[in-house]
């Protein structure tokens, strides 16, 4: 069975985190969000933005750094050209479900696994060769940042994550614990592919260098013109004369250029290079090159990083509209797997252990049918359809729904003209060959398993 809130033959939902503790430079925007914005554009696939402000946590404590990286990366992803009307585009900490599914996913996640995490692992080791208590200075929240990153992506059933290296380990192992979940509760949870884009050039930074915050040369993608003409000025060359020719190989200025130019303009610069450019005319240009892209975005970023407000609205919008189209009804999909359920609904009389017939009890499935609306469907333990549920235009009605055809166990159920009801409204329609006395024995069976497993 799955009970996954979307199922989505068709769209492919591919999410992006990115953690709130910096400044967007050049390195970001060539590495991640010009492919990604890019990558949003494409038919069929369904992206999923957010800014990851409670992994920043584990990295920052000073509280107005948090809050400013977070409004300039907003700014900056929305400058670049995603459009919040066709992506989801939310902050982490505006949704809580994320926070509630690190605790189910905790509860299944294995220590051993954690222990093996890269970034943890490292500051293990570097506390052991100083010589000092293995965990001195680490807190949970390294430990568990595999967890809540899990949670971000299985919350979501996303089915791709576009990661750099350092981050696939993560991806494994929310593969681990989503499936160590669906394994003990039901098929839940999609399992995650990281994508490493393997043509994504990863940019020199000012000293040649792979640019990174934590080698501290980097270029902020929207520094001031000025600002980016003296920095690109400051890139390190050797020390070669005007008309003496130049390698391209290994130039950090060239692979700087490479990034913004097309191949005609690459090319001509490569002749360039085996001309002799001097290095000021050829740090000139490519300054001349970055700016000619960047000048527009940098327009458009200012104007909505001094308008705040507006940047805080529609994170808010966004994620009000993920809760309730998504978050919200998968987690109490969830919450009702584990056992936090309703009391009300619990037999005293009879508490097996188990429920060998797991395997062949009916299921509900919701999903967005073609027109994006929330329907849901109801299958037989063999698989074949029972009922064809109505469709709602929030994800929320239709939970609520097939919660009300859980909690009755088919006792309420009539037939009339409109299709099958209860309690006077319209659930959907019996399947061909279906009779209304097959799908209340059906509902019987689940409410009896629920009652058997609380
Ligand atoms: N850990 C990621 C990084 O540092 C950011 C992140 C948090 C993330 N949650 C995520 C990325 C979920 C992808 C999916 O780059």
């Not at 910096?22 to 494409?42: D, F, Q």
């Not at 039901?186 to 592919?193: A, D, Y």
């Not at 002749?271 to 700016?291: E, L």
Request: charge should be negative; charged fraction near 20%.
């Amino acid at each position: 069975m799955t009970a996954t809130a979307t199922s989505a033959p068709v769209t492919s939902r591919v999410l992006t985190g990115i953690t709130t503790s910096g400044t967007p430079h050049l390195g970001n925007y060539v590495g991640a969000i010009r492919p990604a914005v890019a990558a949003s554009r494409e038919p069929g696939v369904e992206s999923y933005f957010f800014l990851a402000d409670l992994h920043a946590l584990i990295k920052v404590s000073e509280p107005a750094r948090v809050q400013r990286s977070t409004l300039e990366i907003a700014a900056a992803w929305l400058a670049c050209g995603l459009d919040p009307s066709r992506v989801r585009f939310y902050r982490q900490s505006d949704v809580p479900e994320i926070s509630e599914l690190t605790w189910l996913l905790t509860c299944v996640a294995g220590k051993g696994l954690l222990n093996r995490a890269h970034a943890y692992k490292a500051a293990v080791d570097r506390n052991r060769g100083e010589g000092q208590d293995e965990d001195a200075g680490i807190t949970a929240g390294l430990f568990m940042y595999p967890v809540l990153m899990s949670a971000d992506i299985l919350l979501f059933n996303a089915h791709r994550v576009p990661v750099g290296r350092d981050q696939v380990q993560h991806i494994e192992m929310a593969r681990d614990f989503g499936q160590r979940f669906n394994h003990l509760y039901g098929e839940h949870f999609v399992l995650p592919e990281a994508v490493v884009e393997a043509q994504v050039a990863t940019l020199p930074g000012l000293d040649g260098r792979k640019m990174s915050k934590s080698y501290d040369n980097t270029i902020p993608l929207f520094a001031p013109r000025e600002t980016l003409h003296r920095l690109v000025a400051s890139i390190v060359t050797d020390s070669r004369a005007p008309g003496t020719p130049k390698d391209t190989e290994g130039s950090a200025l060239f692979q700087l250029y490479q990034a913004f130019a097309t191949a005609a303009e690459t090319d001509a610069m490569r002749a360039a290079f085996a001309d002799g450019i001097g290095w000021g005319d050829a740090k000139g240009q490519v300054f001349a090159r970055i700016d000619a892209e960047v000048a527009p975005l940098r327009e458009r970023y200012d104007a909505l990083v001094a308008d705040p407000a507006a940047i805080e609205r529609q994170l808010r919008d966004g994620a009000t509209r993920l809760r309730d189209e998504v978050a919200s009804p998968f987690l109490r999909t969830l919450r009702h797997a584990v056992g936090l359920r309703d009391l009300s609904h619990a037999s005293v009389a009879t508490a097996p252990a188990s429920t060998p017939a797991r395997a062949a009890l009916p299921a509900f499935k919701q999903y967005r049918d073609d027109d994006g609306r929330f329907a849901f469907k109801l299958h037989a333990g063999d698989a074949s359809l029972l009922l064809q549920g109505r469709a709602h235009a929030g994800g929320r009605d239709a939970g609520r729904q097939v919660a009300a055809l859980r909690a009755d166990g088919g006792a309420g159920l009539m037939l009339d003209a409109g299709g099958v009801t209860l309690a006077g409204d319209v659930v959907g329609t019996l399947a061909d060959g279906v009779t209304l006395d097959a799908l209340r024995a059906a509902l019987a069976l689940l409410a009896a398993d629920a009652d058997a497993a609380s």
